[in-house]
């Protein structure tokens, strides 16, 4: 499949023959992502940590530290479900996945009481559910969408969102009527009964048609593309990571504190939630209109600007102003540069490093990712006591979303890479892709 994708008509249009080839692999990538175990684990665990805390006596401090396992755990699993996907393809890795994230959640049904067992329970979740992460989902959208590839990108990572809005009510449900038990309960059968039978109906081929090239049965297709050993030696891998770092970080540190600094600047709870309200509205949008633009313009360029419009909302809550409005435009502009940031994520690596090891690749990234983010509440709450304010928390966020946004550009032209065929035949692998398209979209 080509990177380069001529337009065609008017190049503000959707071109629809991808949608109404792919439809399905959309809706199946929205709901695995939704149901993964890199987000469903995530949404549901505030709705558990109460009920947990009256079953077994544990402190709202122990129980903490769960998610936080399965975090840090997730940064080895990633890599080892990335080559999975790489050597197997994804229809079987994911199909097992999502059965044996299944029975690791029914597992966390059978604690008596120990913590240990709780911390082992969600890192071993990590290893259970690799299959199911967003380095399966964006893998199988980035081989079935070319020309719209941000757009499919943005709307099947709004199951993250899908997933907050429907999770915490219906585990919440099951609770009620059960005990803390039913939320597992409720986790294990949501793959099994939705996502496990539309994979083995819909997923009945991991690239489509039309995007495939014949090739004599003894020989294995290849995708265009760098292999992995190229990609860790490239200066544009690292750039991408560390960019986007500083982004992911911030990102954690504004969601996690906004709502407590508004808290102490003497505002209610209700006002604060309500100053924050806007975020999760904006993160959708943000995250579908940067999908739609980053198909047609050059996405670095388009990361810039949206970079920016954080940095921004984290200058207007540094600047003490407690007018509802001028709070819930800063909730909005932070929300807007979140939504962005994972669908920026996967489209640079699908168009700067090709599809060849993409799986690897982008599990690489997640992996760095993950781990830094693991670490970032211990920084966080490292600025917060040396100082007892928030103020240099917001001023290292508003460097961060500064920085990456000047960092992405730097990633220049996007490549063109050499025939898989005809590298095949040759038995060669080109050192780097010639940076020579024009800086426009699908180039």
């Known amino acids: ?14 071109d629809l023959t991808e949608f109404r080839r792919g439809w399905r692999i959309l809706i199946l990538a929205l709901i695995g992502i939704g149901t993964s175990v890199s987000v469903a684990p995530l949404y549901s665990f505030g709705t558990l940590i109460v009920p947990l805390q009256q079953a077994f ?23 080892l479900g990335g080559w999975l996907i790489r050597r197997h393809g994804v229809r079987p890795v994911a199909l097992i996945s999502l059965v044996t994230l299944a029975a690791g959640y029914l597992l966390m049904t059978l604690n008596k009481g120990s913590i240990i ?28 969408f070319d020309r719209n590839r941000g757009l499919a990108l943005a709307i099947i990572l709004c199951g993250t969102g899908l997933c907050a809005l429907v999770m915490p009510n219906v585990i919440s449900w099951a609770i009620a009527q059960w005990d803390w038990r039913a939320g597992y309960w409720i986790l294990a059968a949501i793959p099994l009964v939705v996502t496990l039978p539309l994979t083995r109906l819909w997923l009945t081929q ?29 200066k544009r891998f690292w750039l991408c990571n560390v960019a986007l770092t500083l982004a992911t970080v911030s990102m954690i540190g504004m969601v996690t504190n906004t709502v407590p600094m508004l808290r102490d600047r003497g505002m209610s709870a209700a006002d604060a939630a309500t100053a924050f ?45 407690n007018h509802m409005g001028m709070l819930m435009l800063a ?53 917060y006591a040396r100082s007892g304010a928030y103020t240099s928390l917001m001023v290292f966020c508003m460097i961060s979303f500064v920085s990456a946004a000047v960092l992405l550009p730097l990633l220049g032209r996007y490549p063109t890479f050499a025939d898989p065929t005809v590298e095949s035949r040759a038995g060669a692998v080109p050192v780097e892709p010639v940076a020579n398209a024009p800086l426009r979209a699908g180039s």
Not at 331 to 349: C, K, N, P, T, W
């Open 117 to 144: 067992q709780f911390y082992a329970g969600y890192s071993l979740l990590a290893f259970a559910g690799l299959g199911t992460t967003m380095v399966t989902w964006t893998q199988l959208v980035n081989l079935w």
């Open 277 to 321: 309200s806007v975020y999760g509205i904006s993160l959708i949008l943000g995250r579908v209109l940067v999908g739609y633009l980053v198909d047609r313009l050059w996405a670095p360029g388009v990361a810039l600007v949206v970079m920016l419009m954080p940095a921004m909302g984290c200058f207007l809550f540094y600047s003490g102003d």
């Open 206 to 234: 991991e690239v489509p048609v039309a995007n495939t090239v014949p090739q004599p049965q003894q020989e294995k297709a290849l995708l265009p593309g760098m292999p992995l050993r190229l990609v860790v030696r490239s």
């Open 57 to 79: 006596g544990w402190t709202r401090e122990q129980i903490q530290p769960g998610i936080a396992f399965l975090f840090g755990f997730s940064v080895i699993s990633v890599q």
């Open 1 to 14: 499949m080509s990177n380069i994708s001529p337009r065609g008509g008017s190049s503000l249009s959707i």
């Open 331 to 383: 909730s909005l502009l932070v929300g807007f540069g979140a939504g962005a940031e994972l669908d920026i994520a996967a489209f640079l690596m699908a168009r700067y490093f090709g599809m060849r090891d993409y799986s690897r690749v982008f599990a690489m990234h997640m992996g760095v990712i993950g781990l830094i983010s693991t670490l970032a509440p211990f920084f966080f709450g490292y600025l």
